[in-house]
Structures are given as structure tokens and as C-alpha cells.
């Protein structure tokens, strides 16, 4: 039977992760068969496993339905789940899983908005934000003020922040009226704030900011501010694809359950957050 460490187990499953499930087991809060996990610890399908006391049901991976969702983030909400400020979060507006909890897919700040992803599969969340496998980020910003062609080449060649190099792959000009000028920008990284931060070097204001694609899964013009809607499983398996996954649902879907998820969560009639002027045409 197939054992996996336990911090990748429970992060699969969605209860956390990785880094979390492993401070857990530092801790002392998971047990595994009745005895206090270990660092790195093998579980199977079978073995009781338990986080405070609570049971845990450890499932193979052929078992597990892996779950997407896009959300439509508004500005204001921020991409926790419990804020200190009483401030509205991400998690808010998401439908309850029983046994898993709904994973994150990379951040937007409390003034972002657009595209963010979430789902029940841990290590697939894990692998799309990690650097190495060079996801594309695309945003469609609003710049205050004109950019000459030199500061747009340099955005692209790298320019150093506190953190580091960083730079766009590619910027697009989306036109504009007046001061104000509409570019979209590609980022294969998710540092806090890197697309603010990058123009903000050359003393430009943002003052709008989205974020329309995270990797092939596209910004559904539908789907309203504060909305979702779930990915099909195709769009699973191909986003799983993507960062080196294979994840096959199989069996029957609970197709009442996902019509219920759209019709909730989607209006036809609804018009996009924002339209950049000369909005540039899907590749």
C-alpha cells in the first residue's frame, strides 16, 4: 500500500499547509496509531490518524476529487482566514467542505482584485505558486502618468527591490485616455506586492490593479465580484498537468451540487470589474 509523509498526506487533503502540518507535528498535536508523530513520518490509507483529537481520515490518492475554484476577488477583502481587524475575508464567500478546507492558490493584496484561485488539494496549490515551475501571473494595470520606452525595458531586464531582482516577462500596452494608461503585465513569480512594487520604483502610481490569468485558467468576464465558479474537471486536470500532477477525478460528479455552485455564484448579465481600452485578444 502507498505511504506518503504524513505533512504531504494531510497537505493533499487540504487541512493545511505543508508548513503548517509540519509545526503541528513539532508540536505534538497529530497523532498517528496512538502515538505522537514524528517529522516526516510515513501514514497510509488505514492508519488512524488524528489532530487534536480529532480523527482524520487518511485516503488514497485515487480517491480524492481534486476541487478548483476561480474566485472573483473585490477589493476590500483580504486573502486570510481570520483577520484581527474584522475586515471581510477571501474565505467568507466560499461553499463549506466537510472534510478538507479550501487552500489559497498564491495572494492579492486588499486592493487587488480579479482572479484567485483556491482548492482541497494541498499539494497542488503547493506546486502552482512555487517559483520553479514558472506559472504565469497576468494583471492589468493602470499607470498614472507616461512611461517612456527606456523605464518599459527596464521593467522587463530587472530592477532591484529590497527583496531582490525582479521583472515583468512581458508588458503589453491596453491604451488609455487622458493620464491615465492601461498596460498588462506577466509575472512568473508571486512576492508580495512585486507588480506595485516594480512600477513603484520609478515613482509611477497604480491606481488600479487585476489580476485577469493564473496560468491557462482565464478571469470569466460571468462570474461577478465576490462570486465563484468551479473548474471543470478537465481545466483540473489540465491546471494539474501544468506543475507535473496527474489528478483524474473519477466517478460521477454531483452534478446537482455544481449547478448549484454556478447558477449561486454566476450572473449572465453581468459586465467585467474593469475593460482596459483596446483590450488585447486571447492567445
Same mark, same amino acid.
Given at each position: 500500500m502507498q505511504t506518503e509523509r504524513i505533512q504531504k498526506a494531510l497537505s493533499r487533503m487540504g487541512l493545511g499547509s505543508r508548513r503548517e502540518i509540519e509545526r503541528w507535528v513539532e508540536e505534538g498535536l497529530i497523532r498517528v496509531n496512538g502515538n505522537i508523530a514524528?517529522?516526516?513520518?510515513?501514514?497510509?490509507?488505514?492508519?488512524?490518524?488524528?489532530?487534536?483529537?480529532?480523527?482524520?481520515?487518511?485516503?488514497?490518492?485515487?480517491?480524492?476529487?481534486?476541487?478548483?475554484l476561480a474566485y472573483h476577488k473585490p477589493e476590500g477583502e483580504v486573502t486570510t482566514r481570520k483577520d484581527e481587524e474584522g475586515r471581510r475575508t477571501v474565505f467568507e464567500s466560499l461553499p463549506r467542505l466537510k472534510t478538507a478546507?479550501?487552500?489559497?492558490?498564491?495572494?492579492?493584496d486588499i486592493n487587488t482584485t480579479g482572479l484567485l484561485l483556491f482548492t482541497n488539494d494541498g499539494e497542488l496549490a503547493n506546486r502552482l505558486m512555487h517559483?520553479?515551475?514558472?506559472?504565469?501571473?497576468?494583471?492589468?494595470?493602470?499607470?498614472?502618468?507616461?512611461?517612456?520606452?527606456e523605464i518599459l525595458k527596464q521593467l522587463t531586464e530587472g530592477v532591484m527591490l529590497e527583496d531582490g531582482m525582479a521583472h515583468f516577462e512581458k508588458?503589453?500596452?491596453?491604451?488609455?485616455?487622458?493620464?491615465?494608461? =492601461?498596460? /498588462?503585465?506577466?509575472? @512568473?513569480?508571486? !512576492?508580495?506586492?512585486? $507588480? *506595485?512594487?516594480? =512600477?513603484? /520604483?520609478?515613482?509611477? @502610481?497604480?491606481? !488600479?490593479?487585476?489580476? $485577469? *490569468?493564473?496560468?491557462d485558467i482565464e478571469q470569466s468576464r460571468a462570474v461577478r465580484q465576490g462570486k465563484f465558479r468551479e473548474l471543470t474537471d478537465t481545466e483540473?486536470?489540465?491546471?494539474?498537468?501544468?506543475?507535473?500532477?496527474?489528478?483524474?477525478?473519477?466517478?460521477?460528479?454531483?452534478?446537482?451540487?455544481?449547478?448549484?455552485?454556478?447558477?449561486?455564484?454566476?450572473?449572465?448579465?453581468?459586465?467585467?470589474?474593469?475593460?482596459?481600452?483596446?483590450?488585447?485578444?486571447?492567445?
Open positions: 514524528t517529522p516526516g513520518q510515513a501514514v497510509k490509507a488505514g492508519d488512524k490518524v488524528s489532530y487534536k483529537n480529532k480523527r482524520i481520515e487518511i485516503k488514497p490518492i485515487e480517491e480524492l476529487r481534486t476541487r478548483v478546507r479550501w487552500v489559497a492558490i498564491g495572494r492579492l517559483p520553479s515551475h514558472e506559472i504565469e501571473r497576468e494583471y492589468a494595470v493602470r499607470i498614472l502618468g507616461e512611461v517612456s520606452p508588458i503589453i500596452d491596453a491604451g488609455g485616455q487622458g493620464a491615465n494608461h =492601461w498596460y /498588462h503585465v506577466v509575472l @512568473k513569480e508571486g !512576492r508580495t506586492r512585486e $507588480v *506595485r512594487r516594480l =512600477w513603484e /520604483h520609478f515613482d509611477f @502610481k497604480v491606481s !488600479r490593479l487585476i489580476r $485577469v *490569468r493564473y496560468g483540473v486536470t489540465q491546471l494539474s498537468a501544468s506543475v507535473g500532477l496527474t489528478r483524474i477525478n473519477k466517478g460521477k460528479i454531483e452534478e446537482s451540487r455544481r449547478r448549484k455552485f454556478t447558477s449561486a455564484t454566476m450572473n449572465k448579465t453581468t459586465k467585467p470589474a474593469a475593460k482596459p481600452a483596446n483590450r488585447r485578444k486571447k492567445r
